[in-house]
Nanobody, 115 residues
């Protein structure tokens, strides 16, 4: 059974930083492209950052320069660091693991940024 478990969300102040973690089980982690998405209230889910397997890392324009995605294949964990937080970063953040024929999601972790 595949599980992606996110952690690190919570209530934060503008200008602060966060570090989210997502630990996977039930998959060969290194075979998967890993990504973070977020969904703000009333909006569609959007890609925040992607760390593909064998391709360049990509970031959404809204977080470029503020976000760093990293992965530790030995720990089957992907991280998202986001600095200089803004109220518009408020959202549920989801971890995604994807490869041809497989697409898995975590349950999400809520981030609330107050001004």
């Amino acid at each position: 059974q595949v599980q992606l478990v996110e952690s690190g969300g919570g209530s934060m102040q503008s200008g602060g930083s966060l570090r989210l973690s997502c630990t996977a089980s039930g998959i060969i982690f290194s075979f998967y492209s890993m990504a973070w998405y977020r969904q703000a209230p009333g909006k569609q889910r959007e890609l925040v950052a992607e760390f593909p397997s064998g391709r360049p890392i990509t970031y959404a324009d809204s977080v470029k320069g503020r976000a760093t995605i990293s992965r530790d294949n030995a720990k089957a964990t992907v991280y998202l660091e986001l600095n200089t937080l803004k109220p518009e970063d408020t959202a549920v953040y989801y971890c995604n693991a994807r490869r041809t024929g497989a697409d898995y999601w975590g349950q999400g972790t809520h981030v609330a940024v107050s001004s």
